[in-house]
């Protein structure tokens, strides 16, 4: 049942955090399969790092809908994602310049060291937008309270 309430503007920023999220990590998932099935032999491991970041994305907006608050331990969840695919751009630094016999990639090292730092920030950004989320009152709770302890 979606409710049509007044959202507070915390928990509402965070929902559209995460359906930008989701959408973005839809497309280098999606990116990633194709550059795996166009690879002579690997697996483009945005397949499994972008996935993570899908289902955490999922998750919160899961829980807003519900109209529940992301504890600690879920929180932690979605940073650890965001995480694993920065960890993923790192690995592809690496890749970029060792990997590659007698030839360095500096395009896509440069690609990798911008999204690694890029998913980081976005972790930490997150991370600050569940707290104030978390610590936020809907419009609701606040009505709710006035009429419990009759403030009206």
Not at 53 to 62: G, N, R, T
Not at 65 to 71: A, D, L, M, P, Q
Not at 72 to 86: D, K, M, P, R, Y
């Amino acid at each position: 049942m979606i409710s049509f309430e007044p959202k507070n503007e915390h928990v509402e920023s965070l929902r559209l955090l995460a359906i930008a999220i989701l959408s973005v990590s839809t497309f280098f998932w999606m990116w990633a399969i194709y550059n795996t099935y166009t690879m002579e032999k690997g697996l483009d491991l945005g397949i499994i790092s972008f996935l993570t970041s899908m289902l955490s994305s999922l998750y919160i907006i899961y829980v807003i809908r519900k109209g529940n608050k992301i504890g600690i331990f879920g929180q932690s969840i979605v940073l650890v994602t965001h995480l694993i695919v920065a960890a993923n751009y790192a690995f592809g630094i690496f890749f970029a310049l060792k990997v590659v016999k007698d030839k360095i990639l500096a395009q896509f090292a440069a690609y990798c060291v911008t999204f690694t730092f890029l998913w980081i920030g976005l972790g930490c950004y997150t991370w600050k937008s569940i707290t104030k989320s978390m610590t936020a009152t809907s419009v609701r709770d606040e009505e709710e309270m006035e009429t419990l302890y009759n403030f009206t």
